[in-house]
């Protein structure tokens, strides 16, 4: 799988073809409005252009990093010039089902190879969580798909009834992270430090503590116990922040919305 196109050079858009472009493959890029392709047209290894036809020929992975409402232009254009022997679609859009998509492209083929996928924006660091999901007829290049996305990060292949959770804990859960960050350094800066070198100093504390249980296979309750002395201010800390609902308030943003009556 050597041919990466993305169409839509948005947030996720971007972060993908510098994540792809940075682990060595070949991507092109195409987006409605040209402003927003400067930037990443002074990339080594992105091609850009306006066109969302030229992206598609040859393409062995086709990325959809488009919102919902541009969807359906976006594939009345596009799908007469797919190659469905050859090309997977792949959609990031979060509410588009394997058969919403199916049928989308019906008109032009009745068996399109045909993927959810759902990486975060740290994809252009290489440390994107991403979640694919198959159809009848992608399934059989499971193993290209995934060793794509694990150039830019760790993949999960999932069944579709989990993918809304999976989006909700690592694509969002990646702004909960930031929120987190964002928080402690501001907690830093009341304690004293600029805020860029709290923030900096936060990373680096949660950068370590998810390599620690990585690499030692540990469970976060086992790791809090060996930096809780008794009486000491790690617990009383811990305890405070139970108080003003921090677990709570984590797993009740991890939820899956209702829809309001
Ligand atoms: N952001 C995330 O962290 C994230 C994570 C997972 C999944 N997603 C999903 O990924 C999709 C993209 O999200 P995003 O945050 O990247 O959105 P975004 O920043 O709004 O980017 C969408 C891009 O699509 C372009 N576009 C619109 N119509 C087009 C067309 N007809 N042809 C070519 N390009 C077109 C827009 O171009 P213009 O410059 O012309 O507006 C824009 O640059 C969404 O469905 C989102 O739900 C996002």
Redesign the pocket.
């Known amino acids: 799988m050597k041919n990466i196109s993305i ?9 993908l073809a510098v994540g792809f472009s940075t682990a060595g493959y070949a991507v092109r890029i ?4 040209a ?2 392709l400067g930037r990443l047209s002074a990339v080594a290894g992105i091609s850009t252009t ?1 066109s ?1 036809l030229e992206v598609v020929d040859d393409a062995d992975l086709l990325i ?8 359906a ?2 594939l009345d ?1 596009i799908g007469p010039r797919i190659n469905y022997n050859r090309t997977i679609v792949a ?6 089902s394997i058969s919403d998509l199916e049928e989308r492209l019906k008109p032009y083929n009745k068996a399109p190879m045909v993927a959810r ?5 740290a994809v252009s660091v290489g440390e994107s969580m991403t979640f694919i999901c198959l159809n009848d007829y992608s399934e059989a290049f499971s193993a290209e798909l995934t060793e794509v996305f694990a150039a830019v990060g760790k993949v999960e292949i999932v069944k579709e009834a989990m993918f809304a959770s999976a ?1 909700l804990l690592c ?2 859960g ?2 909960y992270a930031l929120r987190y960050i964002r928080a402690a350094s501001q907690g830093g800066v009341s304690l004293g430090f600029e805020a860029d070198a709290a923030a900096r100093y936060v990373c680096q504390t949660l950068r370590g503590a998810a390599e620690m249980l990585e690499r030692y296979n540990l469970h976060p309750e086992i790791a809090l116990d060996t930096v809780t002395t008794p009486g000491g201010i790690t617990i009383k800390g811990l305890i405070a922040m139970e108080k003003a609902g921090f677990t709570t308030a984590v797993i009740e943003g991890l939820k899956l919305p209702r829809t309001e009556a």
Do not use: W, Y
């Open positions: 169409i839509g050079a948005g947030n996720m858009g971007t972060a195409s987006n409605r409005t402003a927003k306006v969302n959809l990093a488009v919102q919902p409402r541009a969807l232009a976006v254009e959609s990031l859009l979060p509410d588009e996928v759902m990486p975060n924006t989006m694509s969002c990646l702004a």
